[in-house]
């Protein structure tokens, strides 16, 4: 593998304040992510892994340690610098979908541009794309409310994906779906990262997802249990 | 981004339609208020300018020195002279002779023996001329209870209380007590042809109305007058204008003869007695209204503001997420409170312009609460539609909105983005 490396993480620890004392939610992890990769990190409930996904996606700093991310340390951003990272260089989708409800699906994929000032066709232009992408288009009228939950995170996945970022990073996706959507979505991340060669970083404990992925980090208690590649057969 | 932000604050009717209630209540009430408050102001500083103070005034410096005691010893001498001057000065302007005076009214029994006497406050004014618009600035038709307009040399308005205190009818006669120009005692035979009551606290009590030929007659003041009063071409007082006006009129005569005590003074409505307080009085409880309204809105609308947010953490958090920084999504929190402050401001107007136009043309009858009041102020009050009407709610009204959104939205610059979005996860 020589595509170049996009995520870095050297002795990342995370401490958060519990009582008098600190609790250790990450501990020491070493990883690296390359461009294109669709890998996961998958550990039980409190393992660390929204926690992890948080600092490579700069809504949180490291307490200790280097963590760089498209070329920035994120520690050493300003809160400025770090939403313009987001804005321009990582998609996120949640396990709740957290969609705009007040604003049509069109709106809430086309929000993300907003925020880029891109011109109006050029945006429209876009979002049909993406909404394309994930089969949606002729929902693009439509209320969140009146969306199934596979529908609604399909349409969160368009709006990670509108304005291509080069990373994109999943909080388990799949928890709130039903088998049959769960297969979908991961299919649908799949052929977008084959396509458009985004690099995605899940955090799951869902069987049906990890069988997509070419890597899975297994955390444990904030620390890096195993690193698992699978052989390109 | 402002046609999203309008969207959004168009469609989630639950982050719009309590603040915009708030708003345009309190806009409406700040309308209605001041709308109110000019109104009893205009009313009275109307009713002032016209009987006692005009806009203008125009007496000699001496006469101006002591003017409520009307010193006519110190009278203008050559009052014609002087208003064709001041009518080439400034032609918008009514200018109009008066003669203001103090004197005894003596009523005599059938033998002609004093049956009481009374003391009298008397204006002299322009009755018998058609073009005159002083009857109609004393409102003296429709203020006539017995008896009908002086047309005769001799012939004066007294008021009804007075009348009626010692039995006048229209058509009997009396004396007036006083003094001449000249310091001489001066005596003079009237007819009443009719009786006034003006509606006004403190004028109904001893006036006496005449034509300024027989005040001019009975004090020995041929060709003079007491004051010059002036009257400008609009609805409400213009204090600019009338400044503007005076400032320039005493420069040059002041250029002239600055010396003489008997040279013409110009004084505003301001310089009079009570006037400017009645009009700094307007503006000051007007500006405590607007402050009051805004601070009780703008703490309703932080709570609101604050419950607002709350729920909507959920948006703030994902906007953060998609790379929106917490400034911008503070200056569009205040753009909402613009665009919402905006709307509200806009309905509470209209409907307290509704409330405004319907007090104006019918009016409160206030004479029960006023009947000891000394202040020539009417007694049926009306709402003012002024400029000010229609602009004066949206201070209060967008103010308070942001102000209140503000406020609420300190919360999340004093978030952590990580806490800020980790409220995503239920
Ligand atoms: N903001 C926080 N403050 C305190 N403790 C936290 C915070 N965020 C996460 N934790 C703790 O860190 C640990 C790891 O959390 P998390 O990364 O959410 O785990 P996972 O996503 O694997 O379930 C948990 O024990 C959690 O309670
Ligand atoms: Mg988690």
Redesign the interface.
Known sequence: MDNPIIVTLEKVTKRFPAGKTEFTALNKIELTFRKGEFSGLVGPSGSGK?TLL?II?S??CPSEGVATVLGKNISSLS??E???????G?G?I???Y?L?P??SVY?NV???L??QKISAPKRRKAVMDALEWVGLADRAKSRPSTLSGGECQRVAIA?AMVKRPALVLADEPSANLDSQNSHMIVQTMKRLNRELNTTFIFSTHDEKVMQYLDRIIYLKDGMVERDERKSED | MKRFLLKGVIKDKGRSLLPIIVVATGTMLTVVMYSWLTGIMGDSIRMNANFNTGELKVMTKAYAADAEQFPNDLAILNADTLLVELKEFEPEVDWVKRIRFGALADFPDANGETRGQAPAVGWAIDLFNEESKESARFNLQESIVQGVMPVNTGEVLISDELARRFEVKPGESFTLFGSTMDGGFAFYNLTVSGTLLFGATGLDRGAIVMDISDAQKAFGMEGACSEILGFLPYTYFNSDKAEAIKTIYNQSVDARQSEDEFAPVMITLRDQAGMAEMVEYTDFVSRIMVFIFVSAMAIVLWNGGLLGGLRRYGEFGIRLAMGESKGHIYRTLLFEALLIGTIGSIVGTVIGFLIVLYLNIHGVDMSGMMQNSTMVMPTVVRTAITPTTYYIGFIPGIFSMILGNALAGVGIYKRETARLFNELEV
Not at chain 1, 82 to 88: G, M, V
């Open positions: 929204t948080n996606g809504l949180d809160h400025k770090s939403a313009e990272l987001r804005n321009y990582i996120f949640f396990q709740t957290n705009l007040v604003y709106d086309e929000f993300a907003l925020l709006r």
